[in-house]
């Protein structure tokens, strides 16, 4: 990119008839630095102190870790000053209000995959912004169609800002020397069709029909009904995963399965797929539980979670058409009957 686009100058030039328009850029940018301080605690890790020890759990029962509770005082203190009325973080058990005449809520994963940074691989923050309803809590328990803006941080060898905002998804690299994000990539559209997939192949006993079914013609390569070569990838980091699509295109499955704990799969709806959802579906993805559109999902509680499968419009699709060839009741089946059904219709 020739010009030298700054996110301060990229927000004031959007959007002119958005409503909340400078609420939300105050929020973005508000977000933004602090992940520029967090991307520094980040890189310098047991340096500045940050020992990856765990802190404690949090309120659904996750490990916390010392850098988690910092990320989230980092995020609060930065949101603290912008129009937000509420913020729900992974890191509380229940929104916090901050006032309640604000337009904005966030919710906000303020470190997702924290367990990643001791092998010193990409971790980021996740967040998500709606307009704040008549009552403020309620307004998380809407659709994810309300959110007005999402995105994530990811802090690898560079700290790279995803922005889904006034209907696009834009990509911003952190100059570490100027302290600002500039634009690298505006418009991203993510690849229809690439032959990749990701998901957590060690659970495999434990999916359900469906998606072993997916998986299975995924590994079939092109004698299979995918009809092509499969790579795959796990990072095991969401972010990271997240910008691999937007990037190079594939599938991320964290499906339900199982395992106890995990029959709404891992990921938390509210600060973890709404957000993903909005990016990939502005970049022209889609993302799904494999039977219901993510951003039509409603929580129920502040830390529901939910079965994320997202990415290439083609890929999610097939997932989805597989899920649509076996009812519901038959999705932990393992007869061949059912989980050859309906395949890549
Ligand atoms: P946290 O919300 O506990 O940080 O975990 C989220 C996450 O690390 C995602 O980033 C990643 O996709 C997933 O967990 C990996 O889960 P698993 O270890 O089961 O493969």
Redesign the pocket.
């Given at each position: 990119m020739d010009e030298r686009v700054t996110l301060r100058s990229h927000l004031d030039r959007a959007g002119a008839k958005t409503p909340n328009r400078l609420a939300i850029a105050a929020v973005i940018e508000g977000i933004a630095a602090a992940s520029i301080d967090l991307a520094d605690l980040i890189a310098d890790g047991p340096l500045a102190g940050i020992t990856g020890r765990l802190s404690g759990v949090n309120s659904d029962g996750?490990a916390q870790k010392d850098i988690d509770l910092v990320a989230d005082r980092m995020m609060r203190r930065a949101l603290l000053v912008t129009p937000v009325a509420a913020i729900l973080s992974?890191e509380a058990e229940l929104p916090e209000i901050l006032d309640v005449a604000a337009p904005l809520c966030v919710a906000i994963?303020p470190?997702?995959?924290?367990?990643?940074l001791e092998n010193n691989i990409s971790v980021g923050t996740i967040f998500s912004i709606r307009p704040r309803g008549n009552d403020v809590v309620s307004t998380f328990f809407e659709p994810g169609t309300a959110q007005c803006a999402a995105g994530f941080v990811v802090y690898g060898p560079q700290t790279t800002l995803v922005l889904a905002h006034n209907g696009r998804v834009d990509i911003f690299i952190l100059d570490r020397r100027a302290r600002e994000f500039l634009l690298v990539a505006q418009g991203v559209r993510i690849a229809p069709n690439t032959p990749e997939f990701a998901i957590?192949a060690s659970?495999r006993r434990h999916w359900h029909g469906p998606v072993r079914a997916y998986i299975d013609e995924c590994l079939a390569g092109i004698g299979g009904n995918g009809g092509a070569d499969f790579n795959m990838r796990?990072i095991?980091?969401?972010?990271a995963?997240s910008l691999r699509i937007l990037v190079r295109g594939g599938v991320f499955l964290?499906p339900a399965d199982a395992r106890p704990g995990y029959r709404e799969g891992?990921?938390?709806l509210l600060y973890?797929a709404h957000p993903m959802a909005l990016v990939m579906e502005w970049a022209g993805g889609s993302a799904t539980t494999g039977r219901r559109r993510i951003l039509e999902l409603s929580a129920r509680t502040p830390h529901q979670r939910v079965p994320l499968i997202m990415g290439s419009m083609r890929g999610v699709r097939d997932v989805a058409a597989i899920h649509e060839g076996i009812e519901p009741m038959f999705d932990n089946s393992d007869a061949p009957l059912f989980a050859r059904r309906g395949l890549f219709r």
């Open positions: 996750d992974e994963d470190l997702d995959g924290s367990a990643n957590n659970n796990w095991g980091s969401l972010v995963e964290y891992r990921l938390r973890e």
